[in-house]
T-cell receptor
Framework: DAKTTQPNSMESNEEEPVHLPCNHS???????IHWYRQLPSQGPEYVIHGLTSNVNNRMASLAIAEDRKSSTLILHRATLRDAAVYYC???????????????FGQGTILTVHP | DTGVSQDPRHKITKRGQNVTFRCDPISEHNRLYWYRQTLGQGPEFLTY????????KSRLLSDRFSAERPKGSFSTLEIQRTEQGDSAMYLC????????????FGPGTRLTVL
């Protein structure tokens, strides 16, 4: 499985934007880039995913480098409820679907200060 | 609540005992996944089903672990002859193939082996 590299931790202030980086230099052409987050004492929660183009949804934006070897999750205005572990994950996809298995790393612990 | 549910939420057992966990996926989701998460680590893939068929098992899944999804709806994960190293959070997730790439996670079952 292709691997991702994320900083162990990041800090932000409430209502400021947060940019969470992820390196995935061994990504293959059919790998999707997923972001999940895990709040304390909860199961992971889907945030966003993309293949080649930048993506936006109600939770966040995903900026994917042109060579796809890195990506950045952008939280436009951090709130205290965004404090969580954020995981950048690659999964094999083909024909518009994913083979399903998610390989989580250790993720980035995001601390949001009031 | 129509999310993924898991039962029990907590289980304490003695080494050598057998335990069984249940996962009820979101209705009509045809894929079901099991992950295990130890403290401070990201979730680790164990196995997944598409309908009744178990399509992949992790090499990390010893023969003491068995999972079933007999009617393509709920799933059970059994651990025989538990060991202290089995202590972890066991997470279940479900998804609907071709309807999206998102996996929906349950709250997990925390297993403590004494």
């Amino acid at each position: 499985d292709a691997k991702t590299t994320q900083p162990n931790s990041m800090e932000s202030n409430e209502e400021e934007p947060v940019h969470l980086p992820c390196n995935h230099s061994t990504i293959s052409g059919t790998d999707y880039i997923h972001w999940y987050r895990q709040l304390p004492s909860q199961g992971p929660e889907y945030v966003i995913h993309g293949l080649t183009s930048n993506v936006n949804n109600r939770m966040a934006s995903l900026a994917i480098a042109e060579d796809r070897k890195s990506s950045t999750l952008i939280l436009h205005r951090a709130t205290l409820r965004d404090a969580a572990v954020y995981y950048c994950i690659l999964s094999l996809g083909a024909g518009g679907t994913s083979y399903g298995k998610l390989t989580f790393g250790q993720g980035t612990i995001l601390t949001v200060h009031p | 609540d129509t999310g993924v549910s898991q039962d029990p939420r907590h289980k304490i057992t003695k080494r050598g005992q057998n335990v069984t966990f249940r996962c009820d996926p979101i209705s009509e989701h045809n894929r079901l996944y099991w992950y295990r998460q130890t403290l401070g680590q990201g979730p680790e893939f164990l196995t997944y089903f598409q309908n009744e068929a178990q399509l992949e098992k992790s090499r990390l899944l010893s023969d003491r672990f068995s999972a079933e999804r007999p009617k393509g709806s709920f799933s059970t994960l059994e651990i025989q002859r538990t060991e202290q190293g089995d202590s972890a959070m066991y997470l279940c997730a479900s998804s609907l193939v071709l309807a999206g790439i998102e996996q929906f996670f349950g709250p997990g079952t925390r297993l403590t082996v004494l």
